[in-house]
């Protein structure tokens, strides 16, 4: 069924009496004005903002790399402190999301990401202040929370806009623009303190969130819709089994208890990553109005967790996440150590991994999409999210000989050209394998995109802050080509994983669903 199709139906059924369920897909629920629809032109003002304020996390993350030294020496810390106020924001930057996702599946998408940009401005402007190393780990870690909500929330808002046969090339868009962090970044970071110092960096900082913060209050539409959204539907399924009967207006507009279950002869098969059921009848979704109250962010989380696929590749993505910000932090700290570099060439040599992330990121994303349509076409028109893993294959063979290749050019104190080529092609195989894993992490958890996103920057944000916490000791007991050929070793399992869940993912979660469909009518 074409996607026109489908909202045609949806529009008749919309004509029918509202107190019937809503009998198509949640993808496709009627929804007033429907970011689905809207012109290409809206659509890609809203990419611009979101990808705009996403660079923030990766900005953040990063453009502090060239000062550390700088901040070491004016603060009179450690470099122990300076990788504490690093994991630290990384650690909040990856768990705080969950709470962005709850909000936002309740009171949208726009009031998240600003009152989160508010929290990013006040922390950059503490930190931009700061005397003491304790108030700068402090606020970063305020900073980390605020420049949460655009990574995942982002996202989510690009799968309510985007069919999911057109996500992946979008998510590879989305998703450049925070690795445009670790290109430019450390290359503004290095310019900023080589010039002004570095608190410079954290007043651009303040004024880069002001501006994106004006962005969302004036240019940006909410794109969510709480018919399409699963959690909304779940916590509203809530409050109408606690709501006494007495408590409705008359008898006609009670919600019954068989209206609150699927209807199984009139859903779309599961089998198709762009029909998935629905569960609340479209008058209880009008009439019930939920609060900040309802926010509860653990079931959610739990019910992504709880399935295998997403468990699997959820470990995969942290640890490809947690080998880019170890290869980052590792990669300044030896060119300040053997090659005598300051904070500006730091940042030039970096950016060969920006460039590389960025290109493998858009590039991924197109054959993610082509490698979707291509098998879903030799499917008979059925598609379900494993096939987008597919893609992944082209890089796997090359990620851990790269990775290798990088660690003992770094130990071998050769010429930095060669550890530029090396940046490039890690970065580059690494967020090709990434922007489709993200892709699938949206497709494979319909209706819960938000949260599935927000469990993933969890994972990402606790390994990353395994891998920044360990970085400097391995990397000074066992060299640049020791610790990386430990990271080969990760890839490898990082790919097996990924393999396992292409041929065993659809099983794992349509039993699952299943699963779940029997706990739903127990109830």
């Known amino acids: 069924m074409t996607s026109q199709e489908t909202r045609t139906q949806t529009h008749m059924s919309g004509s029918k009496s509202s107190n019937e369920p809503v009998k198509l897909d949640i993808e496709h629920a009627v929804v007033e004005d429907d970011p689905r629809i809207w012109s290409n032109a809206k659509k890609n003002v809203v990419v611009f903002i979101v990808s705009g304020a996403s660079m923030i996390a990766g900005l953040c993350a990063n453009i502090q790399?060239?000062?550390?030294?700088?901040?070491?020496?004016?603060?009179?810390?450690?470099?122990?402190?300076?990788?504490?106020?690093?994991?630290?924001?990384?650690?909040?930057?990856?768990?705080?999301?969950?709470?962005?996702?709850?909000?936002?599946?309740?009171?949208?998408?726009?009031?998240?990401?600003?009152?989160?940009?508010?929290?990013?401005?006040?922390?950059?402007?503490?930190?931009?202040?700061?005397?003491?190393?304790?108030f700068v780990i402090s606020m970063r870690i305020l900073q980390g929370i605020g420049a949460s909500a655009v990574l995942t929330i982002g996202a989510a808002t690009l799968a309510d806009i985007y069919e999911p046969h057109q996500r992946g090339k979008m998510m590879g868009i989305f998703y450049a623009a925070p690795l445009l962090g670790p290109s430019f970044?450390?290359?503004?970071?290095?310019?900023?303190?080589?010039?002004?110092?570095?608190?410079?960096?954290?007043?651009?900082?303040?004024?880069?969130?002001?501006?994106?913060?004006?962005?969302?209050?004036?240019?940006f539409k909410d794109t969510f819709r709480k018919e399409r959204s699963m959690t909304y539907q779940d916590v509203l399924k809530r409050r109408l089994r606690e709501q006494p009967s007495s408590e409705a207006k008359d008898g006609s507009r009670n919600i019954s208890e068989k209206e609150l279950q699927v209807n199984d002869e009139d859903q779309t098969s599961s089998n198709d990553i762009e029909a998935q059921p629905t569960v609340i009848p479209a008058s209880a979704i009008r009439e019930v109005q939920l609060s900040i109250v309802d926010v509860n962010p653990f079931p959610p989380y739990l019910s992504v967790i709880s399935r295998k696929n997403n468990i699997a590749i959820l470990i995969a993505s942290g640890l490809i996440h947690a080998f880019c910000f170890s290869?980052?932090?590792?990669?300044?700290?030896t060119?300040?150590?053997?090659?005598?570099?300051?904070?500006?060439?730091?940042?030039?040599?970096?950016?060969?991994?920006?460039?590389?992330?960025?290109?493998?990121?858009?590039?991924?994303?197109?054959?993610?999409?082509?490698?979707?349509?291509?098998?879903?076409a030799a499917n008979g028109g059925i598609s379900f999210p494993e096939m987008r893993l597919e893609s992944t294959k082209v890089a796997m063979v090359w990620l851990p000989l790269s990775v290798i290749g990088y660690g003992w050019v770094c130990q071998e104190r050769v010429n930095v050209a060669a550890m530029c080529v090396m940046l490039f092609l890690v970065g580059f195989l690494s967020i090709w394998i990434y922007a489709s894993t993200l892709?699938?992490?949206?497709?494979?958890?319909?209706?819960?995109?938000?949260?599935?996103?927000?469990?993933?920057s969890s994972f990402r944000g606790s390994f990353a802050f395994v891998a920044?916490?360990?970085?400097?000791?391995?990397?000074?007991?066992?060299?640049?080509?020791?610790?990386?050929?430990?990271?080969?070793?990760?890839?490898?399992?990082?790919?097996?994983?990924?393999?396992?869940?292409?041929?065993?993912?659809?099983?794992?979660?349509e039993?699952?669903?299943?699963?779940?469909?029997?706990k739903l009518d127990g109830k």
Not at 351 to 373: A, C, F, K, Q, V
Not at 511 to 518: F, G, I, L, W
Request: with cysteine; aromatic share 12%; proline share 1%.
């Open 65 to 134: 790399n060239p000062a550390n030294a700088q901040i070491q020496q004016q603060l009179y810390t450690s470099s122990g402190d300076i990788s504490l106020s690093l994991s630290l924001y990384i650690l909040a930057q990856g768990s705080f999301p969950v709470i962005w996702s709850a909000i936002s599946e309740i009171k949208g998408r726009k009031a998240v990401y600003l009152f989160s940009l508010v929290l990013f401005i006040l922390g950059s402007v503490i930190v931009a202040v700061s005397r003491t190393v304790a």
């Open 185 to 219: 970044g450390s290359i503004i970071g290095g310019t900023l303190t080589q010039g002004l110092g570095w608190r410079a960096i954290f007043w651009f900082l303040v004024i880069w969130g002001g501006v994106m913060f004006l962005a969302f209050l004036f240019l």
């Open 327 to 333: 290869i980052m932090y590792t990669c300044a700290r």
């Open 335 to 376: 060119l300040s150590m053997y090659y005598n570099y300051d904070a500006l060439k730091t940042g030039l040599v970096l950016l060969s991994y920006g460039i590389g992330s960025i290109s493998g990121s858009m590039l991924g994303g197109r054959w993610s999409d082509r490698t979707l349509t291509r098998l879903k």
């Open 439 to 456: 892709a699938y992490i949206v497709d494979a958890n319909t209706g819960r995109s938000s949260t599935a996103v927000a469990t993933n």
């Open 468 to 509: 920044t916490e360990v970085a400097v000791p391995l990397q000074d007991s066992i060299g640049d080509g020791g610790l990386y050929t430990l990271w080969a070793g990760l890839m490898i399992i990082t790919n097996c994983i990924i393999l396992l869940v292409l041929y065993k993912g659809r099983k794992w979660r």
């Open 511 to 518: 039993a699952s669903a299943e699963q779940e469909k029997r």
